[in-house]
């Protein structure tokens, strides 16, 4: 059962912003120190990514593993798109994500929406002929954030550089 009132739970939710957050920010900032260049939340692009790589046709969505449901076992995640050889499981090695234990229809529905919005995004972006990575929030927290955030910058920096043979990618 919620701990909060409806007014307390609608004033925190209501503070959880899409864009700008600490995470991504510190992801933007070791990127920018290894000389890579990007525009950040272009809404001109499907999904309006968190970063583009407009010189290596590549882009970042940094997720959440709470609101794009990291880990849950559903039917729709897979992700197939002509682009790809073949279809790729999205999404299915997090052990962060929890259900809210509450309100369980609501849930699984937003989160249903929410995936079929990624993976809507996602299709459309490598059609265009984008490369499109994935960097989850479990990948880039915890203890060791600042070395988990250069790992990860890391392996982002090889996959621009070198992986033009993987139109998608997860970071996890």
Not at 40 to 58: C, E, Q, T, W
Not at 75 to 85: D, H, I, R, T
Not at 87 to 116: A, H, I
Not at 121 to 138: F, M, N, T
């Amino acid at each position: 059962m919620d701990t909060l009132t409806k007014p307390q739970r609608h004033k925190n939710m209501s503070h959880i912003r899409a864009t700008g957050g600490s995470l991504e920010t510190s992801l933007r900032s070791q990127l920018f120190r290894f000389g890579f260049r990007f525009r950040k939340n272009d809404k001109r692009l499907s999904g309006s990514p968190d970063i583009v790589f407009p010189h290596y046709h590549a882009l970042i969505f940094i997720n959440g593993c709470f609101w794009h449901s990291h880990g849950w076992k559903s039917e729709k995640s897979l992700l197939k798109s002509p682009v790809l050889e073949q279809p790729v499981l999205y999404s299915s090695r997090c052990g962060k994500f929890r259900m809210p234990g509450t309100n369980l229809d609501f849930w699984q529905e937003k989160f249903d929406r929410n995936r079929e919005r990624d993976l809507r995004d996602i299709k459309s972006l490598l059609e265009e002929g984008w490369r499109v990575g994935v960097v989850w929030e479990c990948a880039i927290t915890g203890p060791k954030r600042r070395d988990k955030i250069y790992d990860v910058a890391s392996h982002i920096s090889l996959w621009l550089e070198e992986g033009f043979d993987q139109p998608f990618r997860e970071f996890y």
